[in-house]
């Protein structure tokens, strides 16, 4: 099974001259990451070739060949969050922030 790959709705951008939509691609394991891609072209650029071009740039960012820049959607982080343990890194800030302002002479 290879990748699929959707589009949001196309947008121009006329201040930057640019197409941009949120691409979604569906790997071989049925996961889904999300992609903000934008394409430099004229607004008369044809559809088909817009569409083309910004799947090409969510499949080089998807590649792996530029780390940090694969953004999976909020349901399967939140899975692979459920399954650790220990108190969250903003409980474990708010005690700190409780303990350094409680310890001040008035």
Known sequence: MSSEFTLSEVRYNAACARFEATVTV?????????YD??????????APAVSAALVTVARKRHSGDVPGLR???VSHVQQR???LSGPSLVSTL???FEALF???AA
């Open 37 to 46: 891609c934008d394409y430099d072209a004229p607004l008369t650029a044809p």
């Open 94 to 96: 708010l005690g700190n």
């Open 102 to 104: 409680s310890n001040r």
């Open 26 to 34: 569906t790997d071989e394991n049925g996961l889904n990451f999300t």
């Open 81 to 83: 969050l459920s399954a």
């Open 71 to 73: 953004m999976q959607r």
